[in-house]
């Protein structure tokens, strides 16, 4: 199945900081879904993305879609401590193929 | 709101028992899917299942197997425990025929073999 690569794996952050993680793919994916899971949660869907340089908003999270359709990005403005968890992505086709996630910790 | 559950939260269980996880969805959804959940390895894909009495094999089947005799529920069955399938185990389901595959997890079970 289609393999997405997340980077960074680990990513440490002062509260009120900025946050970018990024997931690329070496195929086009016909669209792509991202998901939080908060320590000792479960992972819990945020948004999935399908149009070519699709931007969308949640607060804030701001979540891109690649022109090619070959990578996205998940950037959270000011991070708070409720933004702690592993971020993952995945293409958004049965089955779902998760990357490895980027675990974020906010330092208050 | 949907619901998916697993029958524990945490399992311990010694080399050689066979083990059953169980989940089960309260949303009509067509597909299931369990995952194993490991530090520094992510979620990775075990088994899934497109519809009733129907499974296909994920990324690591080796060591599993399932079963799906009802569309709520869906069983991953280690047949002979090893101490390397101790883990965080999560089943998910989703709807097939809608265009967002949105996978709505359970609590997960975390499941110790010694």
């Known amino acids: 199945g289609q393999q997405v690569m997340q980077i960074p794996q680990y990513q440490h952050v002062q509260e009120g900081e900025d946050f970018t993680t990024y997931c690329n793919s070496s195929?086009?994916?016909?669209?792509i879904q991202w998901y939080k899971q908060r320590p000792g949660g479960h992972p819990v869907f945020l948004i999935q993305?399908?149009?070519?340089?699709e931007v969308k908003k949640q607060k804030r999270l701001t979540f891109q879609f690649g022109e090619a359709k070959k990578n996205s990005s998940l950037h959270i403005t000011a991070t708070q401590t409720t933004d702690v968890g592993t971020y993952f992505c995945?293409?958004?086709?049965?089955?779902?193929?998760f990357g490895k996630g980027t675990r974020l910790s906010v330092i208050a | 709101d949907v619901k998916v559950t697993q029958s524990s939260r945490y399992l311990v269980k010694r080399t050689g028992e066979k083990v059953f996880l169980e989940c089960v969805q309260d949303?009509?959804?067509?597909?299931m899917f369990w995952y194993r959940q490991d530090p520094g390895l992510g979620l990775r894909l075990i088994y899934f299942?497109?519809?009733?009495?129907?499974?296909e094999k994920g990324d690591i089947p080796e060591g599993y197997s399932v079963s799906r005799e009802k569309k709520e529920r869906f069983s991953l069955i280690l047949e002979s425990a090893s101490t390397n399938q101790t883990s965080m185990y999560l089943c998910?389901?989703?709807?097939?025929?809608?265009?967002?595959?949105?996978?709505?997890f359970g609590p997960g079970t975390r499941l110790t073999v010694t």
């Open positions: 195929t086009t994916l016909s669209n």
């Open positions: 998910a389901s989703s709807f097939s025929n809608r265009g967002s595959y949105e996978q709505y």
């Open positions: 299942s497109y519809d009733v009495k129907m499974k």
């Open positions: 993305l399908v149009k070519s340089g």
């Open positions: 995945g293409p958004g086709n049965t089955p779902l193929v």
């Open positions: 949303m009509d959804h067509e597909n």
